[in-house]
């Protein structure tokens, strides 16, 4: 199989991907952008629910399946047939360095496709199952249901309302990003021990992992986390203002920033009230001090503001929207956006200085390269 001129950390390694939707599309992705080559088996006829998951849609394809599976090829396979499941087993023995899946439990043996059968034929197989729960658990699950379940909605929202979902699926996204460095880890791990091994990533688990210094303190006091909308329990001031034609977001997080800020402001007699000298003082005199930080703020617009406190290194800015967020990244060098024979695609955000990552090639149409991995089956079966 005649491999694309690819460059990158991961060139040479080679990616069987029979998972779909995002998580696991997501990690596969980057494995490409990192240099990998991938062949994605999809189902005959449908292929990945994604493609079907609009509008929008682009020539045909959802723009939500787009955003997960450039770099790839498609071969459609049934799986339910033993030929497909020849070919598969042929792939990852004598092919890939990595499988990925993200079936229900049971469904990859069902197939006559166990992992631990795959990498019994082939030793030095990294093999990687993404799911929904915690093995034992064999509920579905999907990226709302793990923000819920989790516990990540119940931090997210203003303070008297309900609980709300972060607006990205970031529960499919973080355990995405879990499971590439879980790969990346197992194969460094062979390059040393010369054997591959299991990886297995759950979507609720990661969404606990992303708790971070928010679950470290429940740990520490036994307290319940609470909702702050925009505020911060442990900073302040950390949280959203009305300048005087939109919102200017401010993140203090020490007492220097703070006295440059007040400065700013033109009143530095703040840093020296005993109710706002220290972090500690701000916190428990958040309300007071948001109403004067407000009251003075309203007075100029966002930019304004944006760059008088740039200049004195105090972290603040504006409220964007993705369309301006991404004009403004485009300003600065590797853009953040780019195209793919007419297919736009957000890159991802390594800036390496020697060996690279980009997005190579645009997410395949369904089936697109299902005679090309055919071809590659006959040829591995003549080698045996």
Same mark, same amino acid.
């Given at each position: 199989?005649?491999?694309?001129?690819?460059?990158?950390?991961?060139?040479?390694?080679?990616?069987?991907?029979?998972?779909?939707?995002?998580?696991?599309?997501?990690? $596969?992705?980057?494995?490409?952008?990192?240099?990998?080559?991938?062949?994605?088996?999809?189902?005959?006829?449908?292929?990945?629910?994604?493609?079907?998951?609009?509008?929008?849609?682009?020539?045909?394809?959802?723009?939500?399946?787009?955003? *997960?599976?450039?770099?790839?090829?498609?071969?459609?396979?049934?799986?339910?047939?033993?030929?497909?499941?020849?070919?598969?087993?042929?792939?990852? *023995?004598?092919?890939?360095?990595?499988?990925?899946?993200?079936?229900?439990?049971?469904?990859?043996?069902? !197939?006559?496709?166990?992992?631990?059968?795959?990498?019994?034929?082939?030793?030095?197989?990294?093999?990687? $199952?993404?799911?929904?729960?915690?093995?034992?658990?064999?509920?579905?699950?999907?990226?709302?249901?793990?923000?819920?379940?989790?516990?990540?909605?119940?931090?997210?929202?203003?303070?008297?309302?309900?609980?709300?979902?972060?607006?990205?699926?970031?529960?499919?996204?973080?355990?995405?990003?879990?499971?590439?460095?879980?790969?990346?880890?197992?194969?460094?791990?062979?390059?040393?021990?010369?054997?591959?091994?299991?990886?297995?990533?759950?979507?609720?688990?990661?969404?606990?992992?992303?708790?971070?210094?928010?679950?470290?303190?429940?740990?520490?006091?036994?307290?319940?986390?609470?909702?702050?909308?925009? *505020?911060?329990?442990?900073?302040?001031?950390?949280?959203?203002?009305? @300048?005087?034609?939109?919102?200017?977001?401010?993140?203090?997080?020490?007492?220097?920033?703070?006295?440059?800020?007040?400065?700013?402001?033109?009143?530095?007699?703040?840093?020296?009230?005993?109710?706002?000298?220290?972090?500690?003082?701000?916190?428990?005199?958040?309300?007071?001090?948001?109403?004067?930080?407000?009251?003075?703020?309203?007075?100029?617009?966002?930019?304004?503001?944006?760059?008088?406190?740039?200049?004195?290194?105090? %972290?603040?800015?504006?409220?964007?929207?993705?369309?301006?967020?991404?004009?403004?990244?485009?300003?600065?060098?590797? %853009?953040?956006?780019?195209?793919?024979?007419?297919?736009?695609?957000? @890159?991802?955000?390594?800036?390496?200085?020697?060996?690279?990552?980009?997005?190579?090639?645009?997410?395949?149409?369904?089936?697109?390269?299902?005679?090309?991995?055919?071809?590659? !089956?006959?040829?591995?079966?003549?080698?045996?």
């Amino acid at each position: 199989m005649a491999m694309d001129q690819i460059s990158g950390s991961l060139a040479g390694i080679r990616v069987l991907d029979l998972s779909r939707v995002l998580a696991a599309p997501y990690a $596969t992705m980057a494995l490409g952008d990192l240099g990998a080559e991938i062949i994605k088996i999809e189902r005959p006829g449908t292929g990945d629910e994604t493609r079907q998951w609009g509008p929008p849609f682009l020539a045909e394809e959802s723009a939500y399946f787009l955003s *997960a599976n450039r770099n790839k090829k498609s071969c459609t396979v049934d799986l339910t047939d033993p030929a497909g499941q020849e070919l598969v087993r042929t792939l990852a *023995a004598g092919w890939a360095d990595v499988v990925v899946e993200n079936f229900k439990p049971g469904t990859m043996a069902r !197939y006559g496709l166990a992992l631990a059968d795959l990498r019994r034929d082939n030793p030095r197989l990294v093999t990687a $199952t993404l799911r929904g729960y915690p093995e034992g658990d064999d509920r579905p699950g999907y990226d709302f249901v793990m923000q819920a379940g989790a516990g990540i909605m119940s931090l997210t929202g203003p303070q008297d309302g309900p609980p709300y979902k972060v607006g990205i699926a970031i529960a499919d996204i973080t355990a995405g990003l879990f499971l590439l460095s879980g790969i990346l880890s197992a194969l460094l791990m062979r390059e040393r021990t010369g054997e591959g091994q299991h990886l297995n990533v759950s979507l609720f688990d990661a969404q606990v992992a992303w708790w971070a210094n928010v679950g470290s303190a429940h740990l520490v006091t036994g307290t319940p986390p609470g909702r702050w909308g925009n *505020a911060h329990p442990q900073l302040s001031p950390y949280e959203l203002f009305e @300048a005087a034609d939109g919102y200017l977001a401010i993140a203090v997080g020490n007492d220097l920033q703070f006295r440059s800020l007040s400065e700013t402001l033109g009143h530095p007699e703040w840093a020296q009230d005993p109710r706002y000298q220290t972090n500690p003082d701000r916190v428990k005199n958040r309300d007071s001090l948001h109403d004067v930080l407000q009251e003075v703020l309203g007075q100029r617009a966002v930019s304004q503001w944006t760059a008088a406190l740039d200049a004195r290194q105090v %972290p603040a800015g504006p409220v964007r929207t993705l369309p301006e967020a991404l004009a403004w990244r485009q300003t600065l060098p590797h %853009p953040v956006v780019s195209v793919l024979e007419g297919i736009p695609q957000i @890159a991802l955000p390594w800036n390496f200085s020697g060996s690279g990552s980009m997005p190579r090639t645009p997410p395949p149409h369904l089936g697109e390269h299902t005679q090309e991995v055919w071809a590659l !089956y006959r040829s591995l079966k003549e080698k045996e």
